[in-house]
């Protein structure tokens, strides 16, 4: 059984190959061009927003709303000027992952 990071490297390796047979094939990369390659291997990291609950359930509230009136319903209530304030709430209140979380990122 091979490691995480050996498959991975692997798996990165076959990517370039098919990479630069695709480009030999259309003619974009040239034999000469590949005497010189460089990597550049930066890493950045993603501001990757997580869905929470709060999120999800003004998602399914919106959604609702959208389908009550394309049905043409009346609704009561549809708490459109709580719901914001609500979800700020939720926000506050909910803890963020530590690092030794099995959810944390890396």
């Known amino acids: 059984m091979r ?5 991975c490297a692997e798996r ?7 990479t630069i047979e695709a480009g ?3 003619g974009t990369v040239k034999d000469r061009s590949l005497s010189r390659v460089a990597v550049d291997t930066t890493v950045m990291e993603k501001n990757i927003a997580h869905p929470t609950d709060a999120r999800l359930y003004e998602k ?8 009550a ?3 043409g319903m009346t609704l009561r ?9 609500l979800a700020l709430q939720i926000g ?12 944390a990122r890396p």
Not at 3 to 7: D, F, I, L, N, V
Not at 12 to 18: G, R, S
Not at 60 to 67: D, H, P, Q, V
């Open 24 to 26: 030999r094939r259309s």
């Open 3 to 7: 490691h995480g990071s050996e498959q």
């Open 60 to 67: 399914a509230r919106c959604k609702l709303l959208a389908l």
């Open 92 to 103: 506050r209140l909910t803890p963020m992952p530590s690092s030794s979380s099995a959810c």
């Open 69 to 71: 009136d394309e049905g």
């Open 12 to 18: 990165a390796e076959w990517l370039l190959t098919k």
């Open 77 to 85: 209530q549809n708490y459109n000027r709580l719901a914001p304030r």
